[in-house]
């Protein structure tokens, strides 16, 4: 029977080529074998690294942490197609993976929202970005199954870029698939579920389980269900215009966080409140490494103040505690952060404060005076600066918060805007940082804060715990093992 011996030979030379590609890294090896009864001989070439598809929402947090996690693939031997919004064709291109633009934009929808709806954006922003971003994913897809028929796909996926949804609610595949390829999640923020014993996504509250907190808890849950279950409907009514079989339900985030294979959080599980139930589908991968620098980055003058002062012995007079602020990328009224919190600061001759404005070519309002301890940047890489920081001012974007955790750096952090006071709540519940718990905190509770954190040793003691927590996650080479999972052997 030739068939049968020649299905035998063929699984026989797959479970080779599984072995070996988990053991080498190195380039392609043929090995000849001879089967003892027929004489023929069995060509063994591991197995071939899938193509890999990163999406991720149009906005610098959702696409930084793929572009990372697609650089170290690329260097790793992968083919990766980036599809991401125009602005960041040319960081795509610059770690060597194929830019696939998604022209969806929504600066135009900022300021929009209907008053009194506060899940607007989730709506219009986030939604409402369905349409495109399904269509660029499903042509992207077909697109490799007709250039590389024979290669495996795997997609990864920023949990808000939202052209999965469709596929995985029962919405036609891409054509030359006879199966959604796998799937692994990247969710760039807090693990945002809806359950009873965590407390609901938003204002921030204390995880603290207490009879009066949790019936709390749930009553702000009540009030909140028609307007989340406005935004599941709306999500809804996309993927069924999509062609989509099935209804999504639970809450936006849960939709989001359930898509995919696996679910990865690029953090650790101290800085999350503990899982209320098992979830097979979720691994924390720890933190991403810091980046180095561009080779061809240029410090600007004022660098060596910061270096001269590192490099001064702990006990020196002159050495000086480095206060690092920065509003991030997204919500940049100055007003709100780090101006006060340069005046907060202006007559300490101990200290260094160094403010980031989150945009090239930003400045402040001429009215403010920059005291003589501050040096103010319009755009500035976290991890050259965290490195030298004591303190951390920021309003609690996650991608920046993580960086803080992987510098070990504590924090004082002040936001409410989005998911920002629930990043407050968990980085205050892991013992990293002081939550200010208002998006305009003022002078006063900021120097408090940052006197609070410097004052304190436990602060920096956890900042390093946790870092080291992080690090032994391993996330680059984690996700590897992640992607040989899904992929391997099949
Ligand atoms: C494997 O077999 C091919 C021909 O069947 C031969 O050309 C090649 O040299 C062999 N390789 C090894 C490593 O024996
Ligand atoms: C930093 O230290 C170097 C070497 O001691 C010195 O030449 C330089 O002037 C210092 N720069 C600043 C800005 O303090």
């Known amino acids: 029977m030739p068939g049968s011996t020649e299905m035998h030979f063929l699984g026989f ?16 090896r043929h090995i000849n074998l001879t089967l003892p009864d027929s004489g023929e001989t069995c060509k063994m070439v591991p197995k071939e690294k899938p193509i890999i598809v990163a999406t991720a929402f149009n906005a610098p947090g959702h696409t930084a942490g ?13 083919t990766v197609y980036f599809i991401a919004g125009p602005d960041f064709k040319a960081s795509i291109e610059k770690i060597g993976a194929e830019f696939v633009e998604n022209p969806w934009v929504w600066a135009h929808l900022i300021g929009k929202a209907t008053p009194g709806d506060k899940l607007w954006n ?28 024979h290669r495996e796909v795997l997609i990864l996926h920023e949990s808000f870029s939202n052209g999965l949804a469709p596929f995985v609610y029962g919405a036609p595949l891409p054509e030359g698939y006879s199966s959604l390829p796998k799937v692994i999640n990247f969710h760039t923020s807090i693990y945002a579920i809806k359950h009873d014993s965590i407390p609901p996504f938003g204002p921030g509250l204390r995880y603290d389980h207490t009879p009066e907190n949790l019936a709390l808890w749930r009553s702000i849950s009540d009030a909140m269900e028609p307007a989340v279950a406005s935004v599941v409907q709306h999500l809804n009514d996309h993927l069924k215009a999509l062609g989509a079989t099935r209804p999504a339900t639970g809450s936006f985030f849960d939709v989001l966080l359930d898509l995919g294979d696996v679910t990865v959080l690029a953090t650790s599980p101290s800085l999350e409140y503990p899982l209320p139930e098992p979830k097979p589908k979720l691994r924390f991968i720890g ?3 810091l980046k180095p620098l561009s080779p061809t980055f240029e410090f600007p003058s004022w660098w060596p103040t910061i270096t001269n002062n ?13 206060v690092f602020v920065t509003q991030g990328t997204a919500h940049r009224n100055y007003i709100d952060l780090i101006i006060p919190t340069i ?54 974007g996650y991608g920046g918060f993580m960086q803080g955790v992987m ?68 996330s680059l080479k984690t996700l590897e093992r992640i992607i040989d999972e899904l992929v391997g052997g099949q």
């Open 13 to 28: 030379c797959n479970v080779l080529a599984f072995l070996f590609s988990g053991l080498t890294s190195q380039p392609p």
């Open 66 to 78: 793929l572009l990372s996690i697609s650089e170290h693939l690329i260097k790793q031997g992968f």
């Open 122 to 149: 989730l709506k219009h922003i986030f939604a409402d970005s369905i349409p495109v971003a399904h269509r660029v994913l499903k042509e992207t897809l077909e697109r490799i199954r007709r250039e590389k028929p």
């Open 287 to 289: 933190g991403l490494p």
């Open 310 to 322: 590192t490099a001064l012995p702990a006990d020196s007079p002159d050495k000086k505690k480095l």
């Open 343 to 396: 005046n907060a600061l202006a007559n300490r001759a101990d200290l260094l404060v160094v403010a980031t404005l989150g945009a090239r070519g930003a400045e402040l309002p001429s009215s403010v005076t920059i005291p003589a301890n501050t040096i103010v940047v319009d755009y500035f890489p976290y991890d050259a600066v965290l490195p030298h920081a004591d303190v951390f001012v920021s309003n609690a």
């Open 407 to 474: 510098n070990g750096v504590p924090m004082v952090l002040a936001g409410t805007l989005a998911d920002k006071a629930e990043v407050c709540a968990r980085a205050e519940y892991a013992g990293v940082a002081v939550n200010l718990r208002a998006q305009n905190p003022g002078e006063d509770a900021i120097r408090a804060g940052v006197e609070n954190v410097l004052g304190q040793r436990r602060f920096k003691e956890r900042a390093v715990e946790l870092k080291e927590e992080n690090e032994k996650l391993d």
